[in-house]
């Protein structure tokens, strides 16, 4: 009954949150490298990628069953928000014991997680496969290295935070089974490790995805800093800070009064430390703040009456009436909590700024009808998008090779067309240095006569693409922020 409760309640809730909005970037980005794939090109061999590559590839199977949509992705998230949110339940009712917590705790992920990013992303697939990696480390350690490199292949650095979760969970364990048990979950995540290498080795891309990881996830991330952001200061840095803090004091309990928990804030502690820099911002935030329920059911198991306003004033002894009476101050202020957590995550995920660059959802009420869409958007991109693609299709055939310019990739799957370029999406963030040359020369070889812009050409970064265009195109049109280029 329990299960069918967070079902329907996930169903309701992530109803209206799963059609809406249009991120033309970070979305176009995972499709139209699903939209690759299903081309038959394999990533890194054939294009870039600067995640590993188990998000496109699932988006493209659903995809490859269900036919190519915004909304068919969007569907996915929905199942795995659902799935994630049974799963909260039953670690949090593991934990606390408490029917009531557990039902707060789905609803904090659901209010804080696929409402804010309710579209496939690397960020909540690895969320849930880390979740679930800490969830068998304990019964099936085999599974549990498994999900640890499932994680890995979501997303690099979650997968590295998940393993560091395991080492310091054995660390901790004092059981006289624990070295079986890492060697269950070593075998399961070397077998899984070997299966990857394999599929890297046989499709000719086990160099360039080295090549890929060192260029984008070490050299421009760690060393150039290409996304770094500033932490932010005052009031806003608490904000930031608050779900490390909950999770670090949950593992302080936990370590002193329930060690068979203490994974599970040890999983959302180094999911935050791994996930909050290089780029701290509301979008890296939201998630961090969705597993919070988890950290916070330490606590209420920690209290020695969980039993939420029971009646204590029958204790005899003074010392357990005042006991007691604490107790409920502090399942008081948790709930407060709880409750804050769940209505700020709604609140901001309704009214405020979609995936914090675009008007807020609720203002997303023009449905676009186009077969490769199927959400509602705002009133200024049903606009472009319904202008952009009637463009493309009057001056270009479906074999045609178009080029996106810049962080605007969802075009490429919006209309069908190929990508002259090894490049799944371009970023001013990015330094490509000498890579320019090579796209140029595609753009040449490939006779590409359109190009779609995306804002005013002294904000495009990469010069030397910047002035080929501007020297060989004609802009036909403007839509916004977006042009519309042509070469005669």
């Avoid at 006289?176 to 499709?203: D, M, Q």
């Avoid at 604490?326 to 700024?353: D, E, H, M, P, S």
Wanted: charged share 15%; glycine share 6%.
């Amino acid at each position: 009954m329990n299960f069918l409760i967070i079902l329907v309640i996930s169903v309701i809730l992530l109803a209206f949150f799963f059609n809406r909005g249009f991120a033309f970037y970070d979305e176009g980005f995972i499709l139209h490298g699903a939209q690759r794939v299903l081309q038959g090109e394999i990533p890194y061999r054939d294009f870039d990628f600067i995640y590993t590559p188990v998000t496109i590839y699932l988006v493209a199977a659903i995809f490859k069953l269900f036919g190519e949509s915004i909304l068919i992705g969007r569907l996915l998230v929905l199942v795995v928000g659902v799935l994630t949110s049974l799963l909260i339940f039953s670690i949090t009712y593991k934990i606390s014991k408490n029917r009531i917590f557990s039902y707060l705790s789905a609803l904090i992920y659901l209010s804080w997680g696929p409402s804010h990013i309710n579209f496939p992303w690397p960020t909540l697939f690895a969320f849930s496969s880390g979740l679930l990696a800490a969830f068998f480390l304990e019964t099936n350690p085999f599974a549990a290295g498994v999900m640890m490199f499932v994680t890995f292949l979501f997303k690099q650095n979650f997968g590295l935070a998940t393993l560091i979760v395991a080492i310091v969970f054995f660390v901790l364990r004092k059981k006289k089974r624990v070295v079986g048990e890492i060697k269950g979950f070593f075998c399961g995540s070397i077998s899984a490790g070997f299966i990857y290498i394999g599929y890297l080795f046989f499709t000719d891309s086990l160099i360039p995805f080295f090549n890929n990881f060192y260029l984008y996830s070490i050299k421009s991330v760690l060393f150039q800093g290409a996304f770094a952001t500033s932490f932010p200061s005052g009031i806003k840095a608490f904000f930031y800070l608050l779900p490390g803090l909950i999770s670090l004091a949950a593992v302080f309990v936990a370590y002193k009064r329930q060690r068979e928990n203490i994974i599970f804030p040890l999983f959302t502690l180094f999911f935050y430390i791994f996930g909050i820099r290089p780029t701290t911002d509301y979008v890296h935030l939201t998630f961090l703040l969705a597993g919070t329920g988890i950290p916070l059911s330490i606590f209420i198991r920690a209290l020695k009456n969980n039993k939420f306003l029971s009646v204590s004033i029958y204790f005899k002894e003074y010392r357990k009436f005042i006991e007691t009476i604490r107790n409920k101050w502090k399942l008081i202020v948790i709930y407060a909590v709880y409750v804050l957590l769940i209505f700020i995550g709604f609140y901001t995920a309704i009214f405020k700024n979609y995936y914090r660059w675009d008007s807020p959802l609720i203002k997303q009420n023009y449905f676009i009808s186009d077969q490769k869409a199927k959400i509602f958007v705002d009133r200024k991109f049903s606009v472009v998008a319904a202008e952009i693609i009637s463009f493309i299709n009057q001056n270009s055939k479906k074999d045609d090779y178009i080029f996106v310019f810049y962080n605007a990739p969802m075009f490429y799957f919006l209309t069908g067309r190929q990508n002259p370029t090894r490049y799944v999406n371009f970023s001013p963030d990015l330094s490509l240095g000498k890579i320019e040359k090579q796209v140029i020369e595609d753009l040449i070889n490939k006779n590409v006569r359109l190009i779609i812009t995306h804002e005013a050409p002294d904000i495009w970064g990469n010069p030397l693409i910047t002035k080929y265009i501007l020297n060989n195109f004609q802009k036909k049109k403007e839509i916004f922020e977006f042009g519309l280029w042509k070469r005669e």
